[in-house]
């Protein structure tokens, strides 16, 4: 009869630490999830940011009077990721890994780089870089 008893408490044992375990598994996954989610999130801001920024200093040249002359600087990275800058004829996207933001601009003359930008305006004319 021992015998039978500590073979119980053996498998109860063993049984009540597979479901711990299954538990743990469960929510590691969920927290991993809510990382990724948090992480893809904080992705499109960050794209965001910096394509309103950039939107900002357009705007601004394109309101002002001719002879505005203006450097800004744009970072080599968004917090350690790559990303691109494509400018299109009403727009300007940034694009990371996973997520991308398109503002709109005014017609201007010239590219957005990655660090130092000159923007001008020249009787009315907006050149970038």
Known sequence: MVKHIKA????????????????????????????????????FVLAKDLAYKIQHEINIAAQVKSGYNRIFFIPEKLDNNEYTITKTKDGITIAL?????????????????????????????????
Request: proline share 1%.
């Open 8 to 43: 119980q408490l053996a498998m109860e044992f063993v049984l009540l630490l597979s479901i711990s375990f299954f538990i743990l598994l469960v929510f590691l996954k969920a927290t991993e999830d809510k990382v990724d989610d948090l992480n893809d999130e904080k992705e």
């Open 97 to 129: 890994k996973n997520s991308e933001f398109t503002v709109r601009i005014p017609e201007i003359n010239g590219t957005v780089i990655k660090g130092n930008n000159t923007i001008r305006n020249m009787g009315g004319v907006i050149y970038l870089n």
